[in-house]
């Protein structure tokens, strides 16, 4: 076991970048479903999100987000039924990521 955490711990900075990074990402499509309608991604306004294409594990995800940003959660689950836990893990991610980098500035101001 000790092997093992002094191997993980010379990975730790590349652990809390990629962390910070997924943070970022989840507060930008959860802030961006705040700000996007549906009428938005039906109209082709983001082409990226509107190819047609085949069925998908990620197909209706984005009318999903954009739901559940409405308080809509039953609409949200028919478009896709794992959207509205996805969107709760990036609100978390993005609330505990944006706490660890907080935490961190305020421990380097205080040093």
């Known amino acids: 076991m000790n092997k093992l955490r002094l191997k993980l711990s010379a990975y730790s900075g590349d652990f809390q970048i990629l ?5 970022v990402v989840s507060l930008v ?9 549906i009428e938005d991604l039906d109209s082709g306004v983001l082409s990226l999100l509107s190819v047609p294409h085949d069925h998908c594990l990620l197909c209706g995800m984005s009318h999903s987000m954009i739901l559940m940003s ?13 959207g509205p836990f996805l969107y709760v893990l990036m609100v978390v991610n993005g ?4 706490a660890a980098i907080a935490r961190d500035i305020l421990i380097k101001n205080h040093r």
Do not use: H, P, Y
């Not at 499509?29 to 309608?37: A, E, N, R």
């Not at 609330?95 to 944006?98: E, N, Q, R």
């Open 29 to 37: 499509v959860v802030v961006g479903s705040f700000f996007l309608t």
């Open 95 to 98: 609330l505990l990521g944006s």
């Open 19 to 23: 962390w910070i990074l997924s943070a």
């Open 70 to 82: 409405d308080w809509r959660f039953e609409a949200a689950f028919s478009w896709n039924s794992g």
